[in-house]
Structures are given as structure tokens and as C-alpha cells.
């Protein structure tokens, strides 16, 4: 879950970033601007370590990044943990890294929005033929002892109608749940962006 919500907020927090130290507002007035929230998790952690920071309770900036970097679970979240721990320590040009990652991960989002969309094109047309033709066959299926009576009747031996029934509902049971299936399928393949 928290791998998720890192990939969710980190291109947000990015921009923000990018937005605010281009202002010309510092790294540490940048971190408590994100930690006061709307970041979700991320903003969780800069605010703890903000925290730890006004309290005097760790030992500076640069071990609080390293810390969190460790925290990091997703690839992007912990890339701009480490920028930022890389301008603390040797002071490099934080703005244009920012940047390059923003942009990069801006380019990873919509290859997998693009991969999504072409993985789910095909679910709509597969719901619309198994949600409208299985009933049908299944209807046609459960009027069969009605056409076959009579003359036709004394050509084939016929199951009992209860039988027919019982495979009439229980083949819309398995319709139903086949849907319900192919629906979770295309849920769980989002990108959750």
C-alpha cells in the first residue's frame, strides 16, 4: 500500500519542488511546505522528519534524508530522496535533477497508462459477448424440451426439464461469475495513477 501511494504523489511532490525552489524558496522551507500534506505518505514523512528536526532529536538534514531513503519503496520516491540527500551533502544543482526526473517519470506514467489502455482493450467487447450471448445460448438451451415434444421427441431421449433448469441457472451463475472475474482482472492491472 505504501508502495502505491509513494508512486501516486511522487511526480506531484516533483513538481512542487520544482514549483517552490524555483521561486527561490530552500530545500528545507520546500520540505515542511510538503509535509504540512496533500501528499499522502510523502507528506507523512517529511513531516515526521521535519519534526525530529525542530525537536532536536536527530542529527541533521542529510541522516534524516538517508534515513527515509531507506523507508523508500518505490524506485521514483527513493530517486528524489537521494537528489535530495545529494544537494545536502555536496551541494548540486538540485533544480535541474528535479526536473529530469520529473520528466522522466512523466514519461514512465503515460507508458503505463498507454500499456493499460491497450491491455484493456479488448474487456469491453469480452463483458458485452459473455454478458449478452451466454444468456441467450442458455435461454435457447432451456426451451429445448418445449421444441423436441412431441413427434421429435421419439427420436431423442431427453433429460428431465429439472435437469435442463438446473443447467440453465447454473449456467448463468458461471456467467455471472466469469464476468465479475474478467472485471477484477482489468481492476487489478491498473497503474493506479
Known amino acids: 500500500m505504501r508502495k502505491l501511494d509513494e508512486q501516486r504523489e511522487v511526480l506531484y511532490v516533483i513538481r512542487t519542488l520544482d514549483v517552490l525552489m524555483a521561486s527561490g524558496v530552500g530545500l528545507e522551507a520546500a ?40 523507508k ?9 530522496i537521494n537528489t535530495m540527500y545529494t544537494n545536502v551533502t555536496q551541494n548540486t544543482d538540485i533544480l535541474e535533477t528535479i526536473r529530469k526526473q520529473g520528466s522522466r517519470m512523466e514519461e514512465e506514467r ?9 491491455e484493456l482493450g479488448a474487456v469491453p467487447e ?5 454478458g449478452m ?25 431427453l433429460p428431465p ?7 440453465v441457472n447454473g449456467g448463468l451463475i458461471a456467467t455471472l461469475i466469469g464476468m465479475v472475474l474478467i472485471g477484477m482482472k482489468a481492476h487489478t492491472k491498473d497503474p493506479g495513477l
Open 31 to 70: 520540505i515542511h511546505t510538503i509535509g504540512s500534506g496533500g501528499y499522502g505518505i510523502i507528506s507523512e514523512d517529511f513531516s515526521n522528519m521535519m519534526g525530529r528536526l525542530r525537536k532536536g532529536s536527530s542529527r541533521g538534514l542529510g541522516p534524516e534524508l538517508k534515513t527515509l531513503m531507506n
Open 72 to 80: 523508500a519503496d518505490s524506485e521514483g520516491y527513493r530517486r528524489l
Open 110 to 118: 503515460t507508458e503505463s497508462v498507454k500499456k493499460y489502455i491497450e
Open 126 to 130: 469480452t463483458l458485452l459477448s459473455i
Open 133 to 157: 450471448i451466454g444468456p441467450i445460448i442458455l435461454a435457447i438451451a432451456g426451451l429445448v424440451p418445449q421444441l423436441m415434444g412431441g413427434d421429435l421427441g421419439a427420436f431423442m431421449q
Open 161 to 167: 426439464t429439472s435437469t435442463i433448469n438446473s443447467v
